[in-house]
């Protein structure tokens, strides 16, 4: 450092936040030749001139030191004024080096105190103090008056962002100073850019409206600050923030500083962020379009094969596809057979059938001809949309099948066409164009598919209440992840199923009379992952009517899903018996294997076929649910099962509202709510049958 010689130059400190300058200040009041004073807040600019030889501003969250030295300059223009501030890429060091800062200081360089120091300095050393009430500015040659005057060369030389200093007194306004990290930035040196105008940077895409803007602020003296696309040295583009700003002489503009910050990462950013916008716009309308069309022909469906052809005509006539076809499980020959098919491409009609059968390393094509796993069937076991664009598998599925293009082939989506845990079948999609089977194309089929198994889910629930033929399956089963089998397991009882209730939130409550302790059953509920409550409502002759909220994976769910009713389950000493009941047309074989697949060790022992009466019972139980709210057919339930309206009932309301953890006055509200529908019901079906 440079030795101060003669009196210590008295430096003013300023600041709101002393705390958070405190290193700072204390390598500057460490310094020979230097006495620093701490001024007690942010004074009036007019009383720092005299007695002063530099003052030091800070600029943070609290002090604004870009006021205080603008304010000192009116009052005292020659008094060297150090700003002490982060740099706020190139923002605060513009507007302190238009308001003739004399040293500018970036708080964030790690040897700041010693930076500092020097700064200082430097800016007594260029304006001696002098003892007589204020400081003079040290002559400067003329010849060096432009450069010299308010640039503060070496604080802008460190600064992170790119510096250009222009002079727009001289020709086509050229570049005087570029600091280092111009050179950075844009790959030239000093010797290439100095003398010259700064639009060398910019190139065929260049913004015209943000040149203009530039070209526009330097005429008129002005501020300016644009955003557009420069070239480097080697030719790559970047996004280049630029801020002008003006210095005033005494008269007119002497200079401008240009700041020059690179923002090509956040306008990339930004503009992946509205590409992506617009694709999701487009996404959306095509969605909605889509299922629109297809939602509105399913809902005129009669039947699931109008359900399937409804999705694969829709689908197959659109730009996209140049062919479809929906695949459905025949389990007689434990394949994927085609119900229907569209699109330009025409294949006999035994070519579109895939063996479900195979075993490891995946399923066999049998009209494709080759051993490769095949889309649609990984679609089908997983229920998941299945999408092939690797040359490989293309080629393996079109090897042996000329109705495929195989040389315009670039892609196939496999669609399942499921609702829950259930897949009715499979759409199959075939397109010459690969680019379109994308992420956002895949929210499109996913949605499709989603609808047409909801509607097939639709219809073939509503067929076991319309229908008049019904089947009936009797089940046995040891099962043990079947919760009342390992119930009557553990606690060597006898379990009875006395109805359920399906919950708003998913869940099922299952009723059933035990023998069983009580305290066995509370033990194998806490250790059982498929029941989420367990209560006793009512304890009569030995046995106690339990209610146990189970999940909504539960099998009563499950097979509700399906269209199936459980009528009966009877539990004794880890072996139950079941009987459920499907409609005529449904398929029994998908049904048990389902069944079999989820609990294995259990084996169909009986089926019947019979015809309900001609106004059916299930009909009239439908009716009355749906007129229903949850909570007024679980307190109905609750008071029928527990035998509160037996003349020698042993329970009592409280016990059921507590049970369903409301109040004893709500359950009753619940209660004659569900007593009144239902006595409405009865006389409106008296009435109707005469």
């Known amino acids: 450092m440079m030795e101060m010689m003669g009196p210590a130059a008295r430096v003013l400190f300023v600041t709101d936040r002393p705390g958070r300058w405190q290193t700072a200040r204390s390598a500057l009041g460490a310094q020979d030749g230097l006495s620093v004073t701490t001024a007690d807040g942010v004074p009036d600019a007019g009383d720092v001139g005299s007695g002063v030889d530099c003052v030091v501003a800070t600029h943070d969250e ?227 379009g889509l299922l629109q069309d297809v939602t509105r022909e399913l809902v005129q469906a009669g039947s699931r094969s109008e359900i399937e052809a409804a999705v694969c005509d829709r689908v197959a006539v659109v730009d996209t596809y140049e062919f479809g076809w929906v695949g459905v499980p025949d389990f007689s020959t434990e394949t994927l057979v085609a119900s229907t098919h569209a699109g330009e491409w025409a294949p006999p009609d035994d070519a579109l059938t895939v063996d479900l059968s195979t075993s490891e390393p995946g399923p066999t094509v049998t009209a494709y001809e080759t051993s490769a796993p095949d889309p649609t069937v990984t679609a089908y076991e997983t229920g998941e949309l299945e999408v092939v664009r690797d040359d490989d598998a293309l080629a393996a599925a079109a090897d042996g099948t000329p109705w495929l293009d195989a040389e315009a082939l670039s892609g196939i989506a496999a669609v399942p066409l499921s609702y829950g845990e259930t897949t009715y079948g499979v759409l199959t999609l075939y397109t010459t164009d690969g680019d379109a089977l994308n992420e956002h194309e895949a929210v499109v089929l996913e949605a499709l598919g989603r609808a047409a198994g909801t509607a097939i889910n639709a219809l073939e629930r509503g067929r076991i209440l319309a229908s008049d033929s019904v089947t009936e399956l009797a089940l046995e089963t040891t099962d043990a992840d079947l919760f009342f089998v390992d119930v009557s397991a553990t606690a060597g009882c006898s379990l009875e199923f006395q109805g359920s209730v399906y919950r708003d939130d998913g869940s099922v409550l299952m009723f059933f009379d035990t023998d069983a302790d ?51 389950i009877e539990a004794d000493n ?85 049970s369903m953890g409301i109040d004893r006055s709500t359950y009753h509200q619940h209660l004659r709510a569900a007593e009144r529908k239902l006595t409405e019901a009865f006389f409106e079906r008296a009435v109707s049958h005469g």
């Open 62 to 288: 609290t002090t604004d030191g870009l006021a205080f030295l603008e304010a000192v300059r009116e009052s005292a223009p020659s008094l060297p004024v150090v700003l002490l501030a982060e740099p706020d890429d190139g923002g605060v060091a513009s507007r302190a080096v238009a308001a003739d800062v004399s040293e500018f200081v970036p708080a964030s360089d790690p040897e700041v105190g010693s930076l500092l120091a020097d700064r200082v300095e430097a800016a007594v050393g260029d304006r001696r103090p002098a003892r007589d009430g204020g400081a003079v500015p040290m002559p400067i040659d003329d010849v060096g008056i432009r450069e010299e005057l308010r640039l503060k060369e070496r604080a802008i030389d460190e600064a992170p962002v790119g510096i250009t200093i222009t002079d727009p007194n001289r020709p086509d306004n050229p570049m005087i100073y570029i600091n280092d990290a111009f050179e950075r930035l844009t790959g030239y040196d000093k010797a290439e850019s100095v003398g010259r105008n700064c639009r060398f940077l910019q190139g065929q895409n260049s913004d015209q409206e943000a040149i203009d803007a530039m070209r526009e602020a330097v005429d008129q003296g002005e501020s300016v600050s644009v955003e557009l696309l420069n070239y480097r040295a080697d030719g790559e583009p970047f996004w280049n923030r630029v801020d002008l700003a003006p210095v005033h002489g005494p008269e007119d503009v002497t200079n401008f500083v240009g700041f020059q910050t690179d923002i090509t990462n956040r306008k990339q950013a930004e503009m992946e962020a509205k590409h992506r916008k617009a694709e999701l716009e487009h996404l959306l309308v095509r969605i909605d």
């Open 574 to 658: 880890g072996t139950a018996e079941l009987s459920i009941e499907l409609p005529k047309e449904s398929e029994i074989r998908a049904i048990v294997g389902m069944i079999k697949e989820r609990y294995p060790e259990t084996e169909l022992a009986a089926h019947r076929e019979r015809e309900r009466p001609p106004q059916t019972k299930r009909g009239f139980i439908a009716d009355l649910e749906k007129r229903l709210t949850e909570r007024q057919l679980t307190a109905l339930r609750k008071a029928h099962v527990s035998g509160y309206y037996e003349w020698n009932r042993s329970v009592t309301g409280e016990e059921l509202a507590e």
């Open 518 to 568: 009580a305290e066995a059953v509370r033990d194998i509920v806490d250790d059982s992952t498929n029941i989420r409550s367990a209560t006793p409502i009512h304890d009569y002759d030995e046995t106690t009517l339990w209610e146990f909220g189970v999940t909504d994976d539960s099998i009563t769910a499950i097979l509700a899903e399906r269209g199936v009713k459980v009528q009966s």
